[in-house]
């Protein structure tokens, strides 16, 4: 079989439907290298800043990996922006949809909201914007994560002179991550929170 024969999927057959499901398991497998090419294409995206949005991405990911984060701060850091091409007026909501699956529920909220976070830094530069805006998730578990993500990841990642790993460096931590089960409860863990900045580990890594 090379296509299916239904037109509507009501119309589809058990054997059909199996053929399918095996194609889609296959393709799923390649999710890291479509996210990684992705990372690429941000080099296109927003200009204006001393770096492009991938040198940001990979800078955030650098600072993270130097400050001792774990695999899935590391991978998020790496990711939070990968929205910015298609998504960009919701590109935070966008990241942390693919990374849902897949990480820890204290970093797909993070990414999920950090635009909130970053109003900060320059909302009250710009007419109707709320340098506020992130009050909303005060009280919220991860709330405290999420100032420490902006504050040492994300706002200060802007360096043309930082010193940032590759984009080869992260490549086998997104393959780990999006090799995961899917939605594992050993992986998300709602709930728990693991430190962002881990000393023993930021020095171990230089």
């Not at 393709?27 to 991938?54: E, F, I, M, N, P």
Request: glycine share 6%.
């Amino acid at each position: 079989m090379e296509t299916v024969n239904f037109t509507r999927m009501k119309d589809g057959t058990r054997e059909e439907y199996e053929f399918l499901t095996a194609l889609e398991i296959d393709h799923t497998r390649h999710t890291a290298d479509r996210l990684l090419k992705a990372l690429v294409d941000l080099d296109q995206s927003l200009s204006g800043y001393k770096v492009t949005r991938l040198g940001h991405s990979v800078q955030s990911a650098t600072r993270a990996w130097r400050d001792g984060a774990d695999t899935d701060w590391v991978v998020s850091a790496l990711l939070h922006d990968i929205g910015d091409i298609y998504a960009p007026y919701n590109h935070d909501e966008y990241a942390a949809t693919i990374l849902k699956p897949f990480v820890r529920e204290q970093c797909a909220w993070v990414v999920q909201t950090h635009g909130d976070f970053q109003m900060v830094y320059y909302g009250h530069h710009l007419d109707g914007f709320d340098q506020h805006k992130r009050d909303r998730h005060r009280g919220h578990a991860y709330f405290d994560d999420n100032v420490t993500f902006c504050e040492r990841w994300d706002q200060a990642s802007f360096d043309p002179d930082y010193d940032d790993l590759p984009l080869d460096f992260f490549a086998p931590m997104v393959r780990e991550v999006f090799a995961r089960k899917p939605y594992d409860p050993q992986v998300i863990r709602p709930g728990a929170r693991e430190p962002l900045v881990v000393p023993d580990r930021a020095s171990e890594r230089g």
